[in-house]
């Protein structure tokens, strides 16, 4: 196990090189004195803010960087993020301080008198980034049932008791009522294992890939097939989250154009194909039975759907409704990537062969 300065070293390569491109250093006016080591300090804490809603929320790094309000008068909020498919409203206050040290009573201080404006709609107090987003904030706060999620990120281990008992108040004024908040406090060994489970790959496997037949009109395609047995509801429904690669965002529940695919998907199964972009998923590998151009099944070793979660999450929100009738489809299309391959990309052999398999899922066997 590495040691806590190991650990905040890699914690620190990990946010220069994934956030920096995307958290650039400000210049403002209360700034211009400030040494290249405090605008480094800086961009690290904005960047640990981003990073943070990343493992929280399971969004992607750019829209992360984007819920960045880190600044002046950002009332000791460094994040904001309302989580649609979670019904939640995270609010960061990050810290990055290599000593491991956590944050100070009177930093929280600032943060709870911030969230207190906030929910009371004192908007007029708040920066650009507050103001630009005004929209988001206020559907989440007119959301019947949004949970408020207040987490305080630092490269240490434990906070102190003074901040600790005025987070806890702060929670008890809040949900004297109903339970409208809570609060949590994310170490060094929780932001590690971040980095750590983004390293693990995903063992989804389909042991059977179904019934087949050619989509294409034309001849000369024989790799794309019509259909699956393992239905991708059914994927989705036993392996969730794990079927997704963690750097695309996951389904964010019934809005805008996921509510139009779930209506196409219940009301016009047969233009669904013809109106859905279609999937992509790497698997570790692709096996095929010894199958016909009208049935062939094909096993998937460690399947993961790198584009497409909305569509996935809204077939499968559709299904809640009742049975998807078996005219819907869509396209998947399968690349088959073993572990040598993915080697070659960094020049220690020459390139293989890298297999796509266009498939066709149905609902059903």
Not at 153 to 167: F, R, W
Not at 170 to 176: A, P, S
Not at 242 to 253: K, S, T
Request: charged share 20%; net charge negative; aromatic share 6%.
């Amino acid at each position: 196990m590495p040691t806590a300065q190991e650990q905040i070293a890699q914690v620190e390569t990990a946010l220069r090189q994934r956030f920096f491109p995307l958290v650039p250093k400000v210049d403002a006016p209360e700034r211009a004195n400030w040494t290249p080591e405090q605008h480094n300090t800086d961009r690290l804490s904005r960047s640990l803010a981003a990073y943070t809603l990343v493992g929280l929320a399971e969004i992607d790094d750019v829209t992360a960087a984007g819920a960045v309000t880190d600044g002046k008068n950002d009332g000791g909020i460094d994040a904001l993020f309302f989580d649609r498919s979670r019904n939640r409203l995270i609010l960061v206050q990050s810290k990055f301080k290599r000593t491991g040290t956590a944050p100070a009573q009177d930093e929280i201080l600032k943060t709870i008198n911030g969230i207190k404006s906030l929910l009371s709609r004192r908007f007029n107090e708040f920066n650009v980034h507050f103001q630009n987003r005004l929209d988001e904030i206020e559907e989440a706060l007119d959301t019947p049932g949004v949970a408020v999620e207040v987490s305080l990120v630092y490269l240490g281990e434990n906070l102190s008791p003074h901040v600790t008992n005025d987070m806890n108040a702060l929670q008890t004024e809040m949900n004297r009522l109903s339970e409208r908040m809570k609060w949590s406090g994310h170490g060094l060994s929780t932001i590690y294992d971040w980095l750590v489970a983004e390293q693990t790959p995903s063992t989804v496997t389909a042991p059977s890939c179904s019934k087949t037949g050619p989509v294409s009109p034309v001849p000369e395609r024989p790799s794309m097939v019509r259909s699956c047995a393992a239905s991708l509801v059914q994927l989705v429904t036993e392996h969730g989250k794990a079927l997704f690669q963690r750097n695309i965002r996951h389904y964010l529940g019934s809005v805008g154009v996921n509510t139009a695919i779930e209506e196409t998907v219940r009301r016009r199964p047969g233009d669904f194909f013809y109106l859905n972009n279609g999937l992509t998923a790497v698997a570790e590998r692709i096996d095929q039975s010894q199958g016909t151009s009208d049935r062939c099944v094909f096993g998937l070793t460690n399947l993961s759907i790198v584009n497409g979660a909305q569509d996935d999450g809204a077939i499968a929100n559709a299904a809640i409704a009742g049975d998807i009738s078996p005219d819907a489809k869509v396209l998947v299309t399968i690349i088959e990537i073993v572990r040598e391959r993915m080697i070659s990309v960094c020049g220690l052999q020459k390139p293989g062969i890298i297999r796509t398999l266009f498939m066709a899922w149905t609902s059903q066997h």
